[in-house]
């Protein structure tokens, strides 16, 4: 129905105008976008999004939440349309915007959501401006893809000290968005909940892994990184990254984790790689290199 400038809009409908406009102006005075790092997960692994907003609004702002109202909210579904869970109301601290700069933040989304399947996933993020019950603006969708991996070895221990907990330690090879790649999992043993999921970088798998348990129950992982460079990392029942060393082939072949009669564990036939003595050596043979 189309009303002439001398009849009256009803009132219903300039409360709707009212509310587009509000909706427009805080569109109009905030640009914003959402990325994900990398588009395939291993399920239990930080889902990092980062959130980048642009201040047009003329003047300082100050992205906050007042108790009722969050500045910053995510929708986080399934690839059928499905919302997934939250964990919780999460509270983001405060973000200062100067006249026309930019700010990201950058959120781990498995720590607010319960993302505890596999599958494809969408996640957007929603802006509100200070002052501003409706949302101020929205972001584009970005997607990932979380997936189980393959399970390569698994060590039930116990904990030193505790004599009724227990820890699950698991290596998985993931091939994600590049090469393939080795994780290291957590697990608490009386409930299954996930304690740390996390890379511990490239794998070639000319060489199998080697991974065995010492006798303060912390996992030793040696695999096999570059064509000539093997990675040794100590993991204890924390998921703590206790060591990690860059080993290269010793004189008879290649790096061995050696068990011994009390239980330790040490990394035989290797000659451990000092990137400063790396770095040193380079820049010896440039310089020769430089000689006329």
Same mark, same amino acid.
């Given at each position: 129905?189309?009303?002439?400038?001398?009849?009256?809009?009803?009132?219903?409908?300039?409360?709707?105008?009212?509310?587009? &406009?509000?909706?427009? @102006?805080?569109?109009?005075?905030? @640009?914003?976008?959402?990325?994900?790092?990398?588009?395939?997960?291993?399920?239990?692994?930080? #889902?990092?999004?980062?959130?980048?907003?642009?201040? !047009?609004?003329?003047?300082?702002?100050?992205?906050?939440?007042?108790?009722?109202?969050? /500045?910053?909210? *995510?929708?986080?579904?399934?690839?059928?349309?499905? +919302?997934?869970?939250?964990?919780?109301?999460?509270? *983001?601290?405060?973000?200062?915007?100067?006249?026309?700069?930019?700010?990201?933040?950058?959120?781990?989304?498995?720590?607010?959501?319960?993302?505890?399947?596999?599958?494809?996933?969408?996640?957007?993020?929603?802006?509100?401006?200070?002052?501003?019950?409706?949302?101020?603006?929205?972001?584009?969708?970005?997607? *990932?893809?979380?997936?189980?991996?393959?399970?390569?070895?698994?060590?039930? #221990?116990?904990?030193?000290?505790?004599?009724?907990?227990?820890?699950?330690?698991?290596?998985?090879?993931?091939?994600?968005?590049?090469?393939?790649?080795?994780?290291?999992?957590?697990?608490?043993?009386?409930?299954?909940?996930?304690?740390?999921?996390?890379?511990?970088?490239?794998?070639?798998?000319?060489?199998?892994?080697? #991974?065995?348990?010492?006798?303060?129950?912390?996992? !030793?992982?040696?695999?096999?990184?570059?064509?000539?460079? /093997?990675?040794?990392?100590?993991?204890?029942?924390?998921?703590? #990254?206790?060591?990690?060393?860059? !080993?290269?082939?010793? +004189?008879?072949?290649? +790096?061995?984790?050696?068990? &011994?009669?009390?239980?330790?564990?040490?990394?035989?036939?290797?000659? +451990?790689?000092?990137?400063?003595?790396?770095?040193?050596?380079?820049?010896?043979?440039?310089?020769?290199?430089?000689?006329?």
């Amino acid at each position: 129905m189309l009303y002439s400038s001398h009849q009256m809009i009803p009132q219903s409908l300039k409360f709707i105008f009212a509310i587009l &406009l509000c909706i427009g @102006s805080a569109q109009a005075q905030l @640009s914003s976008s959402l990325q994900i790092t990398k588009k395939q997960h291993l399920m239990g692994e930080p #889902v990092l999004a980062v959130v980048t907003v642009t201040n !047009h609004a003329g003047r300082e702002l100050i992205l906050q939440s007042d108790g009722r109202f969050q /500045w910053l909210n *995510f929708n986080v579904k399934t690839a059928d349309g499905t +919302p997934i869970n939250s964990r919780g109301q999460a509270l *983001f601290g405060p973000i200062k915007i100067g006249v026309g700069q930019t700010m990201a933040r950058e959120v781990d989304l498995s720590q607010h959501f319960q993302l505890n399947q596999s599958g494809n996933f969408t996640v957007s993020a929603a802006i509100r401006l200070p002052d501003h019950q409706a949302e101020g603006t929205s972001t584009n969708r970005a997607f *990932f893809n979380q997936s189980q991996g393959s399970l390569y070895w698994s060590q039930k #221990v116990g904990i030193s000290g505790s004599s009724n907990q227990s820890r699950e330690y698991r290596i998985f090879n993931f091939s994600g968005d590049s090469k393939p790649q080795i994780y290291a999992q957590v697990v608490d043993g009386k409930t299954g909940q996930l304690v740390r999921t996390f890379l511990l970088g490239d794998v070639l798998m000319l060489r199998k892994p080697v #991974v065995t348990v010492d006798r303060k129950q912390r996992m !030793h992982l040696m695999f096999l990184a570059t064509p000539v460079m /093997w990675v040794h990392y100590v993991i204890d029942t924390d998921a703590k #990254v206790l060591n990690r060393q860059i !080993h290269q082939r010793g +004189p008879v072949g290649d +790096p061995q984790l050696l068990v &011994l009669a009390d239980g330790s564990v040490q990394v035989t036939n290797s000659i +451990p790689y000092d990137p400063i003595a790396a770095a040193e050596q380079k820049a010896k043979i440039h310089k020769a290199s430089d000689r006329p």
